[in-house]
């Protein structure tokens, strides 16, 4: 079974950076669509960005600009590195691989998904 291990979670002030990592178990050579959701207390878990098998990405509109999603393919890892935070990007993070190799977004499209980290910004 496939396994997903995030890292790179904490917490900075609004203005900064931070650098989500996922770790992925092995697989064959087939490149399945990779995501990063996150989750605020009270609200439903949503799509961040994600990353087809192509290397084509999708971002939602509020972190346009400010959040870029990436894959080495030969380490196994996707990350996501995350500028500009703001108070409203806090919230626990989790990445998630799809059985498609295509951008897809909803979350019931994913298969596989991390523990979560949590991402605290402060004003």
């Known amino acids: 079974q496939v396994q997903l291990v995030e890292s790179g979670g904490g917490s900075v002030q609004a203005g900064g950076s931070l650098k989500l990592s996922c770790a992925a178990s092995e697989r064959t050579f087939n490149s399945f669509a990779m995501g990063w959701f996150r989750q605020a207390p009270g609200k439903e878990r949503d799509i961040v960005a994600a990353?087809?098998?192509?290397?084509?990405?999708y971002y939602t509109d509020s972190v346009k600009g400010r959040f870029t999603i990436s894959r080495d393919d030969a380490k196994n890892t996707v990350s996501l590195q995350m500028n500009s935070l703001k108070p409203e990007d806090t919230a626990v993070y989790y990445c998630?691989?799809?059985?498609?190799?295509?951008?897809?977004?909803?979350?019931?499209?994913?298969?596989?998904w991390g523990q979560g980290t949590q991402v605290t910004v402060s004003s």
């Open positions: 990353i087809s098998g192509g290397g084509y990405t």
């Open positions: 998630a691989e799809s059985k498609r190799s295509y951008i897809t977004t909803p979350r019931f499209d994913y298969d596989y």
